[in-house]
Structure formats: structure tokens, C-alpha cells
Nanobody, 125 residues
Framework: QVQLVESGGGSVQAGGSLRLFCAASGRTISNYRTGWFRQAPGKEREFVAAIRWRGGSTYYADSVKGRFTISRDNAKNIMYLQMNGLKPEDTAVYYC??????????????????WGQGTQVTVSS
């Protein structure tokens, strides 16, 4: 089992920045895929970014490319999401996720077995 706990959410004005944290505990995730998803009210959960824990390859949704940066600290078992240039449409609950290697695409929520409880991000105009 893997436990994931997010933190770092909050309220900012448009153009501001936030940094989200996802702390992983339990079994090792050294070869896992890890990522961030978000869900706005009345909308489906959508992919934001992903990173391979081993190797560090990154993947981004087009809507956040160039504004968000995903990274991880292997030693601390923490994943980060640096969010710059925030827009009101980025308002959502953000979830971190982790899962064993899979042939499915990184953007598919079904390819992740473990999820955090979510952290709210609110961007005002």
C-alpha cells in the first residue's frame, strides 16, 4: 500500500503562484508513475502533469504547459507541483496519484492505483 498526502493549496489572485506537495509513505515507489490531477465543480477529473519516479521524464496537459512544473525528491519521497501564472480556470481540487508501471498513458486516471485526499486551489480574477 502507498499513502499519499497533499498540501500547499490555498487562494491566490490570477497571475500568482502556489506550490503543491505530495508526500508518499508505505511501500517504495521508486519505479512508480506519479502525477497530479484536478477536478473542478461539475467537471470530470482531468490530468495535469506526471513524472516517472525513476528517470524523471515529465508529461503535461496542454492547458498547463509552460506554467506548471512537476518534480520529485527521491530521498524524501515527495512530489511537487509548482504552479505559476495561475488563472481562474485553474481553480479545482488537486489530487496526487501514484501507480505501478503500466502500458496505459500517463493521462489516464485509471492507470493510477493510489490517490491522495486532495487539496483545494482557488484562483480569483
Amino acid at each position: 500500500q502507498v499513502q499519499l498526502v497533499e498540501s500547499g493549496g490555498g487562494s491566490v489572485q490570477a497571475g500568482g503562484s502556489l506550490r503543491l506537495f505530495c508526500a508518499a509513505s508505505g511501500r517504495t515507489i521508486s519505479n512508480y508513475r506519479t502525477g497530479w490531477f484536478r477536478q473542478a465543480p461539475g467537471k470530470e477529473r482531468e490530468f495535469v502533469a506526471a513524472i516517472r519516479w525513476r528517470g524523471g521524464s515529465t508529461y503535461y496537459a496542454d492547458s498547463v504547459k509552460g506554467r506548471f512544473t512537476i518534480s520529485r525528491d527521491n530521498a524524501k519521497n515527495i512530489m511537487y507541483l509548482q504552479m505559476n501564472g495561475l488563472k481562474p480556470e485553474d481553480t479545482a481540487v488537486y489530487y496526487c496519484a501514484a501507480g505501478p508501471p503500466s502500458s496505459y498513458g500517463y493521462s489516464l486516471s485509471g492507470s493510477y492505483a493510489y490517490w491522495g485526499q486532495g487539496t483545494q486551489v482557488t484562483v480569483s480574477s
